[in-house]
């Protein structure tokens, strides 16, 4: 069974500049989370998706993130104009049932805003 | 607000026995997890407690108090490959989950 996947591994880009990373969940997986890690810092819980129905968004920082999952496989999440405080690692984990609290987290996408 | 109080860093040496204590104060609960997280890799799942009491998993067990809102993950037989980040996290029982900030534990020799 392939676990999730992101993509890219790694991004660096200017103040200003937009950026989409994606995350491909374990099929299956209805639940998918975004996360993100600033050095040193706690995992920041973003947003939860229920298939392509977003069920909380509340960590979303601002409006200049934007997250979807169309069809309810894969989800994408794009950030403009990005600035330097969006730097950090942004974690995406699946999970079949929420109840579990079993979440399978991808290897994560480092971001550099320069 | 919502938080998960855990110690920065564990240091301790290979074959002992290491307690990673955490704290929580969140708007609801749905359970307490532990991911361990290496160097540039993915957290994964170690362990997760719903009820009071001991779970046990190989050389790892993990503790919950709701009463107290404490937890704690217990390394046994520690080795060097155990030096990584651990995080405990809690479902609130809406759709969030909250980590705590990661305890950093390092193994000696």
């Known amino acids: 069974e392939a676990g999730v996947t992101q993509f890219p591994s790694h991004s660096v880009i200017e103040k200003g500049q937009t950026v989409t990373l994606r995350c491909d969940p374990i099929?299956?997986?209805?639940?998918l989370y975004w996360y993100r890690r600033v050095m040193g810092k706690e995992i920041k819980f973003l947003l939860h998706?229920?298939?392509?129905?977003?069920?909380?968004e509340s960590g979303m920082p601002n409006n200049r993130f934007l997250a979807e999952r169309t069809g309810g496989t894969y989800s994408t999440l794009k950030v403009q104009p990005a600035e330097l405080e969006d730097s950090g690692v942004y974690f995406c984990?699946?999970?079949?049932?929420?109840?579990?609290?079993?979440?399978?987290f991808g290897p994560g996408t480092r971001l550099t805003v320069l | 607000g919502q938080s998960l109080e855990q110690p920065s860093e564990v240091t301790a040496v290979e074959g002992a026995i290491v307690q990673i204590n955490c704290t929580y104060q969140?708007?609801?609960?749905?359970?307490l997890s532990w991911y361990q997280q290496h160097d540039g890799g993915a957290p994964t799942f170690l362990s997760y407690?719903?009820?009071?009491g001991l779970e046990e998993t190989g050389r790892f067990s993990s503790f919950l108090s709701r009463s107290d809102s404490y937890g704690y993950l217990l390394l046994q037989e520690l080795q060097m490959k155990d030096s990584a980040s651990y995080f405990c996290?809690?479902?609130?029982?809406?759709?969030?989950?909250?980590f705590g900030a990661g305890t950093r534990l390092f193994v000696k020799a």
């Open positions: 407690n719903a009820l009071d």
């Open positions: 969140t708007s609801g609960f749905y359970g």
């Open positions: 998706f229920v298939k392509e129905s977003k069920q909380d």
């Open positions: 984990a699946s999970s079949q049932d929420r109840g579990t609290d079993t979440q399978y």
């Open positions: 099929s299956g997986h209805d639940n």
């Open positions: 996290a809690v479902g609130t029982g809406g759709f969030k989950t909250i």
